[in-house]
């Protein structure tokens, strides 16, 4: 087997998250990924020196491209996309709470393994790389909330119950205990404009 194999981080972290997508965490080892993917059981040694390091710099990973299309929708103006069911009748921050929250909703219903990762925090205080992206993430969350021009009350606590909803939401979708009547991105909807009702009186 080859010691050196192209990009070796990146293919291992991909590699990590299929495994864990559909085998778990507790299959996961450096020994069986280097195996997989053709290189010397000493090679993954050289970018992650055991397998908690792979697993945080994949949930870093996994941090990382959630904040992106929670950012992407965060940021969408509302007023340019084409009114739906879903969205008609919302204001423009309604609307952009929406899309954040449905971005964050499919993206932990593509990825539940990888989600349950990100937040796990059974072994060990979370590195310094995972703090801070898991972090920017809630920043995110948090900037969008305190940017409403109606009074939310406490964003980080609405912030918290909001997140709470949409991982309920989120794992019964992922379980498949929804009913059929139910879809996920109509729960969503109606979730956050109950909540932003309840909140803003």
């Given at each position: 087997m080859a010691y050196h194999h192209g990009n070796l981080r990146t293919e291992l972290l991909a590699r990590a998250e299929a495994v864990i997508a559909t085998d778990g965490v507790d299959a996961l080892s450096l020994r069986s990924l280097a195996r997989d993917i053709g290189v010397s059981h000493a090679a993954p040694g050289r970018h992650f020196p055991d397998k908690q390091d792979l697993l945080d710099a994949l949930a870093v990973e996994g941090f990382d491209r959630l904040g992106t299309?929670?950012?992407?929708?965060?940021?969408?103006?509302?007023?340019?996309e084409p009114t739906t069911e879903a969205t008609s009748g919302s204001g423009a921050f309604t609307d952009r709470v929406i899309g954040t929250a449905l971005a964050y909703v499919r993206f932990a219903t593509d990825h539940p393994a990888l989600l349950e990762l990100m937040h796990a925090r059974k072994h060990r205080e979370p590195s310094a790389d995972l703090r801070t992206a898991s972090d920017a993430c809630g920043v995110i969350?948090?900037?969008?909330?305190?940017d409403s021009d109606t009074e939310i009350g406490d964003p980080e606590r609405f912030g918290v119950i909001l997140l709470a909803t949409l991982q309920g939401i989120?794992?019964?979708?992922a379980g498949g205990a929804l009913p059929p009547a139910?879809?996920?991105?109509?729960l969503v909807t109606d979730a956050?404009?109950?909540?932003l009702r309840g909140s803003t009186g």
């Open positions: 299309q929670l950012k992407e929708a965060a940021s969408k103006d509302a007023a340019s969350l948090l900037g969008l909330l305190a989120a794992a019964l979708t139910h879809h996920p991105d109509d956050v404009r109950r909540l």
